[in-house]
């Protein structure tokens, strides 16, 4: 059984950041791919970043260069520093593990905003 639990998120003005954890529980973390995913209103869920095992990575254009993933086996944890945050980085953010299924958090909110 996998569970995953984000905080982090919040009210930030633009130009600010944050960083979202993601903790997650069960064996497989150590040796699965991690992902943060954002769903704002009135849009279908996209990816933001994705981590692999072995800690290549993967971002959206739109993110490219602000933000960051990270992961810490030891601490069964992936991080997503974010900065020169946009009002158009406004989502819930999900973390996920992705498997032969993917795995979802609750999600977290970051309202970027003036």
């Known amino acids: 059984q996998v569970q995953l639990v984000e905080s982090g998120g919040g009210l930030v003005q633009p130009g600010g950041s944050l960083r979202l954890s993601c903790a997650a529980s069960g064996s497989i973390f150590s040796i699965n791919h991690m992902g943060w995913y954002r769903q704002a209103p009135g849009k279908e869920r996209e990816l933001v970043a994705t981590i692999t095992s072995g800690g290549s990575t993967n971002y959206a254009d739109s993110v490219k260069g602000r933000f960051t993933i990270s992961r810490d086996n030891a601490k069964n944890t992936v991080y997503l520093e974010m900065n020169s945050l946009r009002p158009e980085d406004t989502a819930v953010y999900y973390c996920?593990?992705?498997?032969?299924?993917?795995?979802w958090g609750q999600g977290t909110q970051v309202t970027v905003s003036s």
């Open positions: 996920a593990l992705l498997a032969a299924r993917f795995y």
